[in-house]
């Protein structure tokens, strides 16, 4: 089954701006709609923005406008940019397919916003 690795999280303050990483074992990322999630402390997990095989993206309206999702199928990866991040946005970020999550879950990686 497809492991997926996510990076890039970390520490930042309101307004700035971070990138995250996903890298797929598989060569059968390519097909598969790829999504980004987050996990905020007593919250469930949510869809944060996904982009399809052909490149066709989508955005929760809380982040609309400011983070971009994009992929890199020759290398397995996906990425999300962050900008004008909020407080709110702390959570632990996720990476798997959308709709069915087809991958084993990654640990995550941890985005902070905070003064």
């Known amino acids: 089954q497809v492991q997926v690795v996510e990076s890039g999280g970390g520490l930042v303050q309101p307004g700035g701006s971070l990138r995250l990483s996903c890298a797929a074992s598989?060569?059968?990322?390519?097909?598969?709609?790829m999504a980004w999630y987050r996990q905020a402390p007593g919250k469930q997990r949510e869809l944060v923005a996904s982009i399809g095989s052909s490149g066709r993206t989508s955005y929760a309206d809380s982040v609309k406008g400011r983070f971009t999702i994009s992929r890199d199928n020759a290398k397995n990866a996906g990425y999300l940019q962050m900008s004008s991040l909020k407080p709110e946005d702390t959570a632990v970020y996720y990476c798997?397919?959308?709709?069915?999550?087809?991958?084993?879950w990654g640990q995550g990686t941890q985005v902070t916003v905070s003064s």
């Open positions: 798997n397919t959308h709709p069915l999550q087809r991958f084993l």
């Open positions: 598989g060569s059968i990322f390519s097909i598969y709609t």
